[in-house]
């Protein structure tokens, strides 16, 4: 019901918001029944701004937040910082100049599958630094033993749980 509805409104959530970039869906493995929005913004203060207007617009704020709340069991906010390292290591740009394969429209045909990977690190200030640095060393020999798949983000957390970092492919 929440990604019908989600998907409804997509329209006009690229409408308001360009620094949408996607959301996903749990299928397998993970928790079920999650899905997972990423949005680009430029600072903090660009994220405010555009939050700002979209609140402003009744469409968003009343058709599709308020009607949509009670499929909403329980939401969370992380902000995260692209790891430039990484992506350079791997020889990809930054996920904002990533495209995602068109959907596919016959049901005969595969879908594009994405993998999000999430390590809650141990505590300590070195912890993201040092891992940092060991998937930079070991990531060109990924990246050329796997042509089929390509990193799309490599971040930490910034605000909300420290220490978190994602990758997605």
Not at 29 to 35: A, E, W
Not at 42 to 58: I, Y
Not at 82 to 96: D, K, R
Not at 143 to 166: C, T
Request: with cysteine.
């Amino acid at each position: 019901a929440y990604l019908q509805h989600s998907n409804e409104y997509a329209s006009l959530r690229k409408q308001l918001n360009p620094h949408f970039l996607s959301y996903f869906s749990t299928e397998l493995g993970g928790t079920l029944n999650q899905v997972k929005h990423f949005y680009h913004y430029s600072d903090l203060d660009q994220r405010e701004r555009v939050r700002g207007e979209m609140q402003k617009s009744r469409s968003w704020s009343k058709d599709f937040i308020d009607a949509g709340r009670h499929m909403v069991e329980h939401q969370e906010s992380m902000l995260y910082v692209e790891a430039a390292q990484c992506h350079a290591a791997a020889g990809v740009e930054s996920a904002v100049d990533f495209i995602s394969p068109p959907p596919v429209t016959s049901c005969e045909a595969s879908q594009p599958v994405y993998e999000l990977r999430t390590y809650q690190l141990r505590p300590g200030y070195d912890a993201v630094p040092t891992l940092q640095d060991k998937i930079s060393a070991g990531l060109p020999g990924k990246v050329a033993a796997d042509n089929e798949s390509r990193l799309v983000l490599y971040a930490f957390s910034d605000v909300g749980i420290l220490n978190n970092v994602i990758e997605l492919w």
